[in-house]
C-alpha cells in the first residue's frame, strides 16, 4: 500500500526528514511515536502534499504510483485523508457543505457520479449519530468556534463519510475526553479493512488500547529508529526516548 | 450636485477631482476629458428581462427619454418595487427618483444598475424619505460593463423609529462610485449599510457611505466585504458622524477585503467622528489574502484548488448576503455573487 524510501525533506531550508524509510502494507494499522520536534507532523504533510514541504530525496508510492508527484486533491482523491493534528477553521462554510463538496470533488476525479442531497443527508444522519456528534453543529461554519476535542471529531466524522483508503492520524487523541476517545477509535477501527491501511500518530499508549497496531515505530530526528510490535509502545511508555534520541 | 450639473451642461470641468477630499480615490475629472451627448430615448418594451421581477409588483425604469421617477408608499402600504436604472450608448445620462415612504409604511426596493459595453456616463440621484415607523430595505445590483462610468448618491432621510436596511452589491465599472448618505434622527430609528464588491480586470469600485446621527438612542450598523483580483481597485469610505448630544447611538462599523492578487488594490477609510459622550461605536477593518492553511485543508480534503478558493470567496463574502433581511432576495443575490466570482 505505502511505501517510504529514504525520503528527505526541508521546511524553510532547513532538513526535517532525513532519509526515512516505511512500508505500512494493505490491510495494517502502524503506529509512529516519536518525541516532540521529530518529524511526525512534517511527514504528514508531506505525504498530503503541503506547500512549503520540500522533498529533497527519495520518494513515496501508494500502490505503486508516486504519490509525492500529485496535487494535494489528487491525492485526497486516491484515498489520503490525513487528519490534522490542528484542524483548520472554514469561516462561512457550513460542515454539511464543505463535506458534501469534498465528496463530490473526489466522486468526480475518480469519474463517479455524484451522491444525491437525500443520499447524502441520509449518510450523514447515520454517521453523526455513531459518533454521537449533535446533528445541528454540522450546519455551522466548519471547525469555527469548535472546542478542541470537537474539531478531533469533526476530523473522524469527515474521514467516515469520504471513506479513504489510507488514513493518518496525527494526534486525533489528544484533546479528545475519555468517552469521545472510545467513540473516535470506534469509528476509526470500523474502517479497518483487508483494502485499507493506517497511520496512527501518537504520544499516548491509550490511544492504542483502542486501536490495535500491527506495528509500532519510533520516529526520531527526522528517521524511523525502531521498529516493533505492539510492546514497543508499552515499552516507550515505561522508558520514553532517551535511547533512541541517542542513537538518532 | 456637481456630477449632475456637469452631466447636463456637458461640462467635464465640473466634475469632482482628486482635489476633492472625497473624490481622491475616484478621480472623475481626470479620467473624462470630454462627456458624450446626451442619452437619447431607450425602448422599454426591449429590456430585457429584470433579476427581481419575480419579486417585485411594479418596475420603474431610468434611462433615456426616462429622466425621472416618484414612488410614493401611502402611510401603512406596502409595497415591493424595482428600479432599474439603464445605461445604453455612448451618452450621458443623468436621472432622479425620489422615494417617500409614508407612516408605517413598508417597502422593498430592488435596484439595479444595467449598463452595455459602450463609453456612457451615468449619474442617478435618489432622494429616499422615511417617516415615523417606515422601514424600507433597499437592495442594489450593479451591473455596469467594461468601459461604464456610474456615480450613484442617494440621500437618505429617516423619522424616528423607522427602519432602513441596505446591501450594495457591485461588480464595478470603469469607474464606479456608490454614495449613501443618511441623516439619522436617533429616536429609535435603526440603519444597516451593507455592501459587497466583486472587481476583476481593470474594474474600479467605490462604497462611500456617511451617516449622521442627529439625536438620541438611534442605531447604525454597517459591514461591507470585498474581493479584488487582477488589477481591480476597490475603495471603501464609511463615515458616520456622532454629533453632539446624539447620546446612546449604538455605531459599529466593518470593513473586510480579500486581495487575490499582487497587482490588485484596496483603498479604505473608516472614519468615527463622535461629538457625543454616551456612546457605544467601533470599527474594523482588515486588508489581507486568502489563508493557504485552510486552502491547504480543503485541498486535502479532495477539493481542487480553484474550487477551494471560490468557496472561501464565496463565503466570505456570503456573509453580507446572509444578513439580507428579505429572505426571498438572499437567493437571487448569492446567485449573482456565485456568477461574478465564477467568470
Ligand atoms: N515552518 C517551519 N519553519 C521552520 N521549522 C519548522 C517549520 N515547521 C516545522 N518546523 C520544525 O520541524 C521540526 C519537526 O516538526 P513537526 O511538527 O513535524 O514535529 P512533530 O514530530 O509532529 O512534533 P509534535 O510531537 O510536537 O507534534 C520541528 O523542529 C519544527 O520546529
Ligand atoms: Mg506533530
Known amino acids: 500500500m505505502l511505501s517510504i524510501q529514504n525520503l528527505r525533506a526541508e521546511v524553510d531550508g532547513k532538513e526535517i526528514l532525513k532519509g526515512l524509510t516505511l512500508d505500512v502494507p494493505a490491510g495494517e494499522v502502524h503506529a509512529i511515536m516519536g518525541p516532540n520536534g521529530a518529524g511526525k507532523s512534517t511527514l504528514s504533510y508531506v505525504l498530503t502534499g503541503r506547500d512549503g514541504y520540500e522533498v529533497t530525496g527519495g520518494g513515496a508510492t501508494l ?67 455513531s459518533l454521537k456528534i449533535d446533528f445541528g453543529m454540522l450546519k455551522r461554519s466548519l471547525n469555527v468556534g469548535f472546542s478542541g476535542g470537537e474539531k478531533k471529531r469533526m476530523e473522524i466524522f469527515q474521514m467516515a463519510m469520504l471513506q ?53 515505530h519510533v520516529l526520531s530526528a527526522g528517521r524511523i529508529v525502531a521498529s516493533g510490535g505492539p510492546e514497543l509502545a508499552l515499552e516507550l511508555e515505561r522508558e520514553g526516548y532517551d535511547k533512541y534520541a541517542r542513537a538518532a | 450636485m456637481t456630477v449632475a450639473t456637469a452631466l447636463k451642461a456637458n461640462d467635464p470641468t465640473q466634475l469632482p477631482s482628486k482635489r476633492d477630499e472625497d473624490w481622491r480615490w475616484t478621480d472623475l475629472r481626470g479620467l473624462l476629458r470630454v462627456l458624450p451627448p446626451q442619452a437619447g430615448a431607450v425602448e422599454l418594451a426591449a429590456l430585457p428581462a429584470g433579476a427581481f421581477d419575480a419579486l417585485v409588483e411594479q418596475t420603474h425604469v431610468l434611462a433615456g427619454g426616462h429622466e425621472a421617477a416618484q414612488i410614493v408608499i401611502p402611510p401603512d402600504g406596502k409595497a415591493a418595487l424595482a428600479l432599474r436604472i439603464v445605461s445604453r450608448g455612448e451618452a450621458s445620462l443623468s436621472v432622479r427618483a425620489t422615494v417617500r415612504v409614508g407612516t408605517g409604511a413598508k417597502l422593498r426596493l430592488f435596484e439595479t ?102 439625536g438620541v438612542d438611534g442605531a447604525t450598523s454597517q459591514l461591507t466585504k470585498g474581493v479584488v483580483r487582477d488589477q481591480a481597485r476597490a475603495i471603501f469610505q464609511g463615515r458616520i458622524v456622532v454629533e453632539e448630544g446624539a447620546d446612546q447611538t449604538d455605531a459599529r462599523m466593518g470593513h473586510h477585503a480579500l486581495i487575490l492578487s499582487d497587482q490588485a488594490e484596496v483603498d479604505a477609510k473608516p472614519e468615527l467622528l463622535i461629538h457625543a459622550d454616551d456612546v457605544q461605536c467601533a470599527h474594523g477593518n482588515t486588508i489581507g489574502a486568502l489563508d493557504e492553511d485552510a486552502l491547504f485543508y480543503m485541498r486535502q480534503r479532495g477539493l481542487p484548488e480553484t474550487e477551494a478558493r471560490a468557496l472561501l470567496v464565496e463565503a466570505f463574502v456570503g456573509e453580507v448576503a446572509d444578513r439580507i433581511l428579505n429572505e426571498a432576495a438572499r437567493e437571487p443575490v448569492r446567485a449573482w455573487i456565485a456568477e461574478r466570482l465564477a467568470s
Open chain 1, 63 to 129: 500502490d505503486g504510483e508516486d504519490l509525492l508527484a500529485l496535487e494535494p486533491n489528487e491525492r485526497a482523491a486516491k484515498g489520503v485523508f490525513l487528519s490534522f493534528q490542528y484542524p483548520l477553521e472554514i469561516p462561512g462554510v457550513p460542515a454539511l457543505t464543505f463535506i458534501r463538496t469534498a465528496l463530490n470533488a473526489q466522486r468526480k476525479a475518480r469519474g463517479e457520479a455524484e451522491i444525491t442531497a437525500p443520499e447524502f443527508l441520509k449518510l450523514a444522519r447515520a454517521t453523526a449519530a
Open chain 2, 113 to 214: 444598475y444595467e449598463g452595455d459595453a459602450s463609453a456612457y456616463v451615468t449619474h442617478a440621484a435618489l432622494d429616499i424619505v422615511l417617516e415615523d415607523g417606515a422601514a424600507v430595505e433597499r437592495i442594489v445590483l450593479a451591473a455596469d460593463g467594461d468601459e461604464g462610468v456610474l456615480v450613484s448618491q442617494a440621500q437618505v432621510s429617516l423619522a424616528a423609529k423607522a427602519e432602513f436596511g441596505q446591501t450594495v452589491i457591485t461588480a464595478g465599472a470603469r469607474r464606479q462610485r456608490l454614495e449613501t448618505s443618511v441623516d439619522h434622527p436617533g429616536a429609535h430609528a435603526s440603519v444597516r449599510l451593507d455592501g459587497a464588491y466583486l472587481l476583476a480586470a481593470k474594474r474600479h469600485a467605490d462604497l462611500t457611505t456617511i451617516v449622521r446621527h442627529q
Open chain 1, 164 to 216: 479513504p483508503r489510507f488514513l493518518i492520524l496525527d494526534e486525533t487523541d489528544s484533546g479528545l475526553d475519555i468517552d469521545a476517545l472510545k467513540i473516535v477509535s470506534e469509528g476509526v477501527n470500523a474502517l479497518r479493512s483487508p483494502e485499507r491501511a493506517m497511520l496512527v500518530i501518537t504520544h499516548y499508549q491509550r490511544l492504542l488500547d483502542y486501536i490495535k497496531p500491527d506495528r509500532v
